[in-house]
């Protein structure tokens, strides 16, 4: 007799595991309408549940705004979510010493209480203990029903925690222990990513107030090396200036006293009244020039006129090498403006030139030197007694400027030079005292345009 063959394995479509697993995720494991309060409590779990994870994510994008910011955002969250009546947060002593608050208490009604006096003692014996890192989560099953530990851990240690009370009728289940399970471990990652931020904005900051400090040296030490740049120029035209005035003294004076020793000896040896009179005259010019060499070597080797003002130097120019029969007065109108060096030795040798041509050429007995200052302009004068007219000096400034073959009165034509150098003008007019007088009109660096426009009474 033929045995009967087994039979036909039944496989099992895989739309049954998607079903099963549907009714485990909702509770329903039936259509059947006896089961549909299962499916409302399921439904109102999963509402609640979405609900949770839509307050921690909004909780947890408060990162930037600092770790305090960050804390009170999770402990509103799990308080809302499990409708609480006290919610504790500490972070355990030692661990996230970047975060603050070290702990928080959230009260009744969402009240949060910035210190731990006046809170029940179990809240606050709880906070104690997380701070020192024990967990205290041992009640029995009845008080587990309102009250849960949840430990925040990083890294597999345990940083900090959460505790939280519910009212009677609100008991904490699974799904609840579940939500707050993801928010201390999303906390704890939050709090370093927040610790993170604030030490990179920390350095940050510090970064910036070390660049700022190094543009700073920067500037300073190219100011420096400027300075050392002008004082080794300074020291360059010293060493010039002095070699000069070697030569100055040692060939060129010698030669106009020898010039000078001739002429009074063919002057003794000559009876013609007229060539006398011309020798005489030569003799005079020998011994201005010397005159106006001794006052030049005198500049250039004065050292110290480059740390005075221009007033200082000025009266000290009248008073050295000036003929015996000139009298020069130097005055100062207005507040005197800080001009810069190269501004001040030009006008300095411009007001040297001009009392040279008085001394030698306009035979005054009197020279009055005035420096105005008004607002952003400068004007110097040099007004004399003697013989000297303005026209004709402008036609031999003119004539000097073409170049004239003799190479004459180069003296007009550097004057005029330096103050177009300046900025400024150089007129002849007829002084007050009765002779020439010659004035520049130059307008001060940096001053604004309006004070430059006017002009010195």
Not at 1 to 23: E, G, I, W, Y
Not at 67 to 95: I, K, N, P, Q, T
Not at 357 to 365: D, F, L, R
């Amino acid at each position: 007799m033929t045995a009967a063959p087994f039979p036909p394995k039944r496989t099992q479509h895989p739309l049954v595991h998607t079903v099963h697993d549907l009714d485990a995720l909702t509770g329903l494991r039936t259509g059947k309408p006896s089961y549909y309060p299962e499916l409302r409590v399921s439904a109102e779990r999963l509402r609640r549940v979405i609900l949770a994870l839509d307050r921690i994510s909004a909780a947890l994008v408060r990162t930037g705004e600092g770790s305090e910011a960050l804390v009170r955002a999770v402990v509103d969250a799990a308080a809302d979510h499990l409708s609480a009546d006290w919610v504790v947060f500490a972070l355990r002593d030692g661990e996230l010493p970047d975060s603050q608050p070290r702990h928080l208490v959230l009260g009744p009604d969402g009240v949060e209480w910035p210190g731990l006096d006046g809170v029940p003692p179990a809240v606050r014996h709880h906070v104690e203990h997380l701070h020192t890192g024990d967990t205290g989560d041992d009640h029995d099953r009845e008080t587990a029903r309102t009250h849960r530990h949840i430990a925040i851990r990083l890294d597999g240690r345990t940083v900090g925690g959460f505790v939280a009370w519910t009212p009677d009728d609100r008991e904490i289940d699974e799904t609840d222990h579940s939500v707050l399970r993801i928010l201390a471990g999303q906390t704890a990652a939050a709090l370093q990513n927040c610790a993170l931020l604030e030490r990179s904005n920390r350095l940050y900051a510090r970064a910036v107030r070390q660049a700022a400090d190094l543009a700073e040296r920067n500037r300073q030490l190219e100011a420096t090396q400027r300075e050392l740049g002008a004082a080794r120029q300074r020291e360059v035209l010293d060493d010039e200036r002095h070699r000069i005035a070697r030569e100055l003294h040692d060939s060129v004076t010698q030669y106009a006293l020898s010039a000078g020793m001739h002429i009074e000896l063919v002057r003794a040896e000559i009876s013609d009244d007229r060539l006398r009179s011309q020798l005489d005259t030569a003799k005079d010019l020998t011994r201005r020039a010397v005159e106006q060499l001794r006052s030049a070597i005198y500049a250039l080797n004065d050292d110290g006129n480059r740390d005075k003002d221009l007033p200082a130097m000025l009266r000290r120019l009248s008073t050295v090498h000036m003929p015996d029969e000139l009298r020069v007065e130097v005055r100062t109108d207005g507040k005197p403006a800080v001009l810069p060096s190269e501004t001040e030795q030009s006008l300095f040798r411009i007001a040297g030139e001009a009392l040279f041509n008085t001394a030698v050429h306009g035979e005054a007995s009197r020279a009055v030197v005035r420096l105005a200052y008004t607002g952003g302009r400068v004007r110097l004068t040099v007004s004399d007694d003697g013989r000297g007219r303005p026209e004709e000096v402008r036609r031999t400034l003119r004539v000097a400027r073409l170049g004239a073959p003799s190479g004459e009165h180069r003296g007009l034509v550097n004057m005029q030079t330096r103050a177009q150098e300046m900025g400024g003008t150089l007129t002849f007019r007829r002084a007050r005292l009765g002779g020439l007088q010659v004035r520049v009109d130059i307008p001060v660096p940096g001053a604004p345009v309006a004070a430059r426009e006017r002009t010195p009474r």
